[in-house]
Each structure stands twice: as structure tokens, then as C-alpha cells.
């Protein structure tokens, strides 16, 4: 089973970037990232298919967060730029080492990292 490991999480202040990023084990179908801010539910975020490089965003986030990967395809980044405070969440990155969909059947998850985006 792929294992995901993030890092790159921390605070900033509004108008700040950072960038995440993700690792995986193996191979995976597509990786993405969803997002769980404080009294919030879970909300995707963003998805790639690692074969094809396609990308996908949630519309809270188009123009602001861009999900890329390496040229293995086995990391994947989100870099955020132009952050607000209501990007505060924990981050998680997620795969798929099947064929289904990162957005709406994910069945691996990394154990989070968290963004304070300060006002």
C-alpha cells in the first residue's frame, strides 16, 4: 500500500505563500490535496492525474493555489500564494493507486499538515 509523507506546512501572514509538499511510496493513479479548517468540514482542494499532469481546483481556490508534480510523479506540491486566513486548515495530501477519482474516492491519506494564515 502507497504511504504519503507531507511537509511544508506553517504560518504566515495574509498575502503570504507557501508551498506543501507530498511524497509517496509507489505508484499512484493521482494524488491531491484536501483541507479541513477549524469548525469546517473536509473540502478538496485541488487533484493531478500523474500520468497525464492534468490538473483540477476547487473554485475557492483557482488562481491561487497551483498543484504540480515531479518529473517521477511520485511528489506532488501545492504551492499557495496570495493566502487568506480563511486557508487556515490542516492539509492533507491524498492518492488513488487504483483508477478512481482522488477528488471523490481517495483511499490513501497523509496524516496532515497544518496552515495558519494570520490576518
Known amino acids: 500500500q502507497v504511504q504519503l509523507v507531507e511537509s511544508g506546512g506553517g504560518s504566515v501572514q495574509a498575502g503570504g505563500s507557501l508551498r506543501l509538499s507530498c511524497a509517496a511510496s509507489?505508484?499512484?493513479?493521482?494524488m491531491g490535496w484536501f483541507r479541513q479548517g477549524p469548525g469546517k468540514e473536509r473540502e478538496w482542494v485541488a487533484s493531478i492525474y500523474t500520468r497525464s499532469g492534468s490538473t483540477y481546483y476547487a473554485d475557492s481556490v483557482k488562481g491561487r493555489l497551483t498543484i504540480s508534480q515531479d518529473n517521477a510523479g511520485n511528489t506532488v506540491y501545492l504551492q499557495m500564494n496570495s493566502l487568506k486566513p480563511e486557508d487556515t486548515a490542516m492539509y492533507y495530501c491524498v492518492a488513488n493507486w487504483g483508477v478512481d477519482s482522488c477528488r471523490f474516492r481517495p483511499n490513501t491519506w497523509g496524516q496532515g499538515t497544518q496552515v495558519t494564515v494570520s490576518s
Open positions: 509507489g505508484y499512484t493513479y493521482c
